[in-house]
């Protein structure tokens, strides 16, 4: 079993989302503004929903943390929707073919509503807050997590060149989180060409990671490649089809360069113009409701996607080198550090 797990809870129009993370070493500084930084980055944008803009996520931590710090017992985190009302909307017909239909097949449910309010990308604010302390987690040991959108409908960025740094800097000025700034614009454009049309845009989003120890994961067993494991995990992000990774990874291990993945998002099925569906009940053929309209979540997805890579990376760090608190692990990496860097020069 992984030294660090977590789990998530709550539905989309829910009175709470909350996440309960274990194995946490003791003595990690929790910076709560960075943790809100970044449920605060996953929500804005030139493209996000209402929704996004009325109501700001808040982290409050309910347990595992004494005076800021960490204490090792498990760290329990608590996001409220301030506007909860999932027992007044409402009910959703099937959709044939879509992942409602087979949740109330599943399930046996007559309502989608039971299926959609945790299958909503809702629930990925959670994963953006455990995220945010696993990047704290890294940042203790000198490895940094970054997401960016490399493609956004028909617009293509260009970051060939860019330096990690270049790439933080240049997305926090852009409501898309580009790094090329001019392909930035061109996105902005084909944002509101598509809301004109009552229409969606997917695209393509890179997460790097850098400062990364050699021989994290491991080639002797299918479920400890690392690449593998991060593939599943930036998979499980709503709408994300298709994985990909550049350089950083040789038999399933960092090797100590950046590490480089790359995810493709298809459009959001949930459109202004209303989709055919069927009454469960009555089975008569009806259209769905709409109750809002998200242009493009490739922005917010970069985020998810840094979010669920820095997960994967803390764990699979905790794994190999332990440690009950940040200092021990601090005094593993240095040295394993250390002893790579004296064979690789001797």
């Given at each position: 079993?992984?030294?660090?797990?977590?789990?998530?809870?709550?539905?989309?129009?829910?009175?709470?989302?909350?996440?309960?993370?274990?194995?946490?070493?003791?003595?990690?500084?929790?910076?709560?503004?960075?943790?809100?930084?970044?449920?605060?980055?996953?929500?804005?944008?030139?493209?996000?929903?209402?929704?996004?803009?009325?109501?700001?996520?808040?982290?409050?931590?309910?347990?595992?943390?004494?005076?800021?710090?960490?204490?090792?017992?498990?760290?329990?985190?608590?996001?409220?929707?301030?506007?909860?009302?999932?027992?007044?909307?409402?009910?959703?017909?099937?959709?044939?073919?879509?992942?409602?239909?087979?949740?109330?097949?599943?399930?046996?449910?007559?309502?989608?509503?039971?299926?959609?309010?945790?299958?909503?990308?809702?629930?990925?604010?959670?994963?953006?807050?455990?995220?945010?302390?696993?990047?704290?987690?890294?940042?203790?040991?000198?490895?940094?997590v970054a997401g960016h959108v490399v493609a956004l409908g028909?617009?293509?960025?260009?970051?060939?060149?860019?330096?990690?740094?270049?790439?933080?800097?240049?997305?926090?000025?852009?409501?898309?989180?580009?790094?090329?700034?001019?392909?930035?614009?061109?996105?902005?454009?084909?944002?509101?060409?598509?809301?004109?049309?009552?229409?969606?845009?997917?695209?393509?989003?890179?997460?790097?990671?850098?400062?990364?120890?050699?021989?994290?994961?491991?080639?002797?067993?299918?479920?400890?490649?690392?690449?593998?494991?991060?593939?599943?995990?930036?998979?499980?992000?709503?709408?994300?089809?298709?994985?990909?990774?550049?350089?950083?990874?040789?038999?399933?291990?960092?090797?100590?360069?950046?590490?480089?993945?790359?995810?493709?998002?298809?459009?959001?099925?949930?459109?202004?113009?209303?989709?055919?569906?069927?009454?469960?009940?009555?089975?008569q053929e009806v259209k769905t409701e709409v109750e809002r309209?998200?242009?493009?979540?490739?922005?917010?997805?970069?985020?998810?996607?840094?979010?669920?890579?820095?997960?994967?990376?803390?764990?699979?760090?905790?794994?190999?080198?332990?440690?009950?608190?940040?200092?021990?692990?601090?005094?593993?990496?240095?040295?394993?550090?250390?002893?790579?860097?004296?064979?690789?020069?001797?």
């Open positions: 079993m992984p030294k660090l797990r977590y789990l998530t809870a709550g539905e989309s129009h829910g009175r709470c989302l909350v996440a309960i993370i274990e194995g946490l070493p003791a003595g990690l500084k929790i910076d709560r503004m960075a943790v809100n930084n970044d449920l605060a980055r996953r929500q804005q944008g030139y493209c996000c929903g209402s929704r996004m803009r009325i109501e700001p996520d808040e982290v409050d931590i309910l347990s595992g943390i004494r005076k800021d710090e960490t204490i090792g017992s498990p760290l329990a985190l608590y996001v409220a929707n301030k506007y909860f009302k999932i027992d007044r909307l409402p009910p959703v017909p099937m959709q044939p073919d879509t992942g409602v239909g087979a949740g109330i097949l599943k399930y046996d449910r007559q309502d989608g509503r039971d299926i959609l309010e945790r299958a909503s990308a809702r629930e990925t604010a959670m994963r953006v807050a455990v995220g945010a302390v696993c990047k704290l987690l890294l940042k203790e040991i000198g490895v940094e028909p617009v293509q960025a260009n970051t060939a060149g860019m330096i990690f740094a270049q790439i933080l800097e240049r997305c926090e000025a852009s409501e898309v989180c580009c790094a090329d700034l001019d392909a930035g614009q061109k996105m902005l454009a084909a944002i509101d060409e598509a809301k004109v049309n009552g229409d969606t845009l997917g695209g393509m989003f890179e997460v790097v990671a850098a400062g990364l120890p050699v021989g994290l994961g491991s080639h002797a067993q299918w479920d400890r490649k690392l690449d593998a494991n991060i593939a599943r995990a930036v998979m499980s992000i709503q709408a994300v089809k298709g994985v990909e990774f550049g350089i950083g990874f040789e038999g399933g291990m960092s090797n100590g360069q950046l590490q480089i993945v790359r995810a493709e998002m298809k459009p959001i099925s949930t459109t202004i113009k209303p989709l055919p569906a069927t009454d469960i009940q009555t089975g309209f998200d242009v493009c979540a490739v922005p917010a997805a970069a985020v998810v996607g840094e979010a669920v890579v820095a997960i994967e990376l803390a764990t699979v760090i905790l794994d190999k080198f332990g440690g009950d608190s940040v200092g021990e692990l601090k005094h593993n990496v240095a040295s394993y550090r250390t002893v790579c860097q004296q064979r690789q020069v001797s």
